[in-house]
């Protein structure tokens, strides 16, 4: 079985000069109860709005993050970048100039280079923590007529998913179901800011066997819904600005309420229409630590399978419904069997924006 997450998502990254760029003793002890064994009692059922609507999602490093380093060879000279930088650190300084993004990067690596006329420039870099002071060679290549420093680089991810749900008690939200990976470096990406967009899915990429389809939507920058404030196993979560829609006010249920049987996912095929898609819950899997299986489904519902054939990238976060509550997300499906998904039990999620408060 080949498990794929859902999130469909491009990488800002940058070759620099490469080929390519969350009585009263008794109600107390109930309390506590509540808060450390079972996450779903941490607070009455408030209810809480129902998503499905496709999000674009930016979140950005806090500095500019090397991916990877290659050799190059100037006059002769064989430049190893390793040998002073190391790939999963994150440039903070350039000649003690703050950057935050790839542009302020590429700025100050050609102001030194114009003023100093050097080729080793002095950097500061975030290692596991700790800042460390060193340099890097950026060498003009008179054959490419381009500076070269060996480094792959990026400052941001944005990517395509689904919100699952508000949360009007305290104005948090979650979406997506499971973590934001860096693909780069094969790990939870670690974001210190990000934000959620409006996206418009434009156009179905369906499945095929072993090749997961996506959807291909277009994100409005212009509207911020909300701010990214964890990113975790179980999905990413913040505090909303506004509402995306007039969405509809559910009760949610527990894990221990969920049973095999009928359901619906919630989600967007075209444009910015939520719309409801039958699925068939087959397993269960009850747990003690919130994971990303715990609900097994196979989708049945004829009209999403004609035009998607099954689960697809940009779906993961889509809510899950069963006896009018909500229930669950999608998170991952079986690439080289589309119609079977995953999904996360909402009790987690809420856990985690709960948190946020």
Same mark, same amino acid.
């Not at 059922?45 to 500095?63: A, F, H, R």
């Not at 997300?329 to 909402?346: E, K, L, Q, R, S």
């Given at each position: 079985?080949?498990?794929?997450?859902?999130?469909?998502?491009?990488?800002?990254?940058?070759?620099?000069?490469?080929?390519?760029?969350?009585?009263?003793?008794?109600? $107390?002890?109930?309390?506590?109860?509540?808060?450390?064994?079972?996450?779903?009692?941490?607070?009455?059922?408030?209810?809480?709005?129902?998503?499905?609507?496709?999000?674009?999602?930016?979140?950005?490093?806090?500095?500019?993050?090397?991916?990877?380093?290659?050799?190059?060879?100037?006059?002769?000279?064989?430049?190893?970048?390793?040998?002073?930088?190391?790939? /999963?650190?994150?440039?903070?300084?350039?000649?003690?100039?703050?950057?935050?993004?790839?542009?302020?990067?590429?700025?100050?690596?050609?102001?030194?280079?114009?003023?100093?006329?050097?080729?080793?420039?002095?950097?500061?870099?975030?290692?596991?923590?700790?800042?460390?002071?060193?340099?890097?060679?950026?060498?003009?290549? &008179?054959?490419?007529?381009?500076?070269?420093?060996?480094?792959?680089?990026?400052? /941001?991810?944005?990517?395509?998913?689904? $919100?699952?749900?508000?949360?009007?008690?305290?104005?948090?939200?979650?979406?997506?179901?499971?973590?934001?990976?860096?693909?780069?470096?094969?790990?939870?990406?670690?974001?210190?800011?990000?934000?959620?967009?409006?996206?418009?899915?434009?156009?179905?990429?369906?499945?095929?066997?072993?090749?997961?389809?996506?959807?291909?939507?277009?994100?409005?920058?212009?509207?911020?819904?909300?701010?990214?404030?964890?990113?975790?196993?179980?999905?990413?979560?913040?505090?909303?600005?506004?509402?995306?829609?007039?969405?509809?006010?559910? &009760?949610?249920?527990?894990?221990?309420?969920?049973?095999?049987?009928?359901?619906?996912?919630?989600?967007?095929?075209?444009?910015?229409?939520?719309?409801?898609?039958?699925?068939?819950?087959?397993?269960?899997?009850?747990?003690?630590?919130?994971?990303?299986?715990?609900?097994?489904?196979?989708?049945?519902?004829?009209? $999403? $399978?004609?035009?998607?054939?099954?689960?697809?990238?940009?779906?993961?976060?889509?809510?899950?419904?069963?006896?009018?509550?909500?229930?669950?997300?999608?998170?991952?499906?079986?690439?080289?069997?589309?119609?079977?998904?995953?999904?996360?039990?909402?009790?987690?999620?809420?856990?985690?924006?709960?948190?946020?408060?």
């Amino acid at each position: 079985m080949i498990f794929f997450d859902l999130f469909h998502l491009t990488q800002d990254k940058l070759a620099l000069g490469g080929d390519t760029l969350s009585k009263k003793f008794l109600i $107390l002890l109930s309390c506590f109860i509540c808060l450390f064994i079972h996450p779903s009692m941490i607070c009455a059922n408030e209810g809480i709005y129902l998503g499905g609507d496709s999000v674009g999602i930016e979140v950005s490093y806090d500095g500019v993050l090397i991916s990877g380093t290659y050799h190059f060879t100037i006059q002769n000279k064989t430049y190893t970048p390793e040998t002073y930088i190391q790939k /999963k650190d994150i440039i903070k300084k350039i000649n003690g100039v703050t950057v935050t993004n790839i542009a302020d990067m590429q700025r100050e690596l050609l102001t030194y280079q114009r003023t100093q006329s050097k080729d080793s420039i002095p950097i500061t870099v975030l290692r596991k923590n700790q800042l460390i002071e060193t340099s890097l060679f950026n060498v003009y290549d &008179e054959t490419d007529k381009v500076y070269k420093c060996g480094l792959y680089v990026k400052d /941001k991810i944005v990517g395509v998913g689904t $919100l699952t749900y508000y949360d009007p008690s305290n104005h948090t939200y979650g979406a997506l179901g499971h973590e934001i990976m860096d693909t780069d470096l094969q790990e939870i990406a670690d974001i210190q800011a990000g934000s959620i967009y409006p996206a418009n899915v434009s156009s179905i990429q369906k499945a095929q066997q072993n090749h997961a389809g996506e959807k291909r939507a277009t994100i409005d920058f212009t509207r911020v819904l909300g701010t990214i404030r964890e990113n975790t196993r179980i999905g990413i979560y913040g505090t909303y600005v506004q509402l995306g829609r007039n969405a509809p006010l559910m &009760e949610w249920a527990d894990a221990q309420s969920v049973h095999k049987g009928k359901a619906q996912l919630y989600t967007v095929l075209h444009g910015d229409e939520v719309q409801a898609f039958s699925i068939n819950i087959t397993k269960i899997h009850h747990q003690h630590i919130g994971d990303v299986k715990g609900i097994e489904f196979i989708v049945d519902d004829p009209v $999403l $399978l004609a035009q998607t054939n099954g689960i697809i990238q940009g779906m993961s976060g889509s809510p899950i419904v069963q006896d009018n509550k909500i229930i669950g997300a999608v998170t991952h499906v079986i690439t080289n069997d589309p119609i079977h998904g995953y999904g996360v039990f909402i009790e987690w999620m809420l856990s985690n924006s709960k948190k946020l408060a």
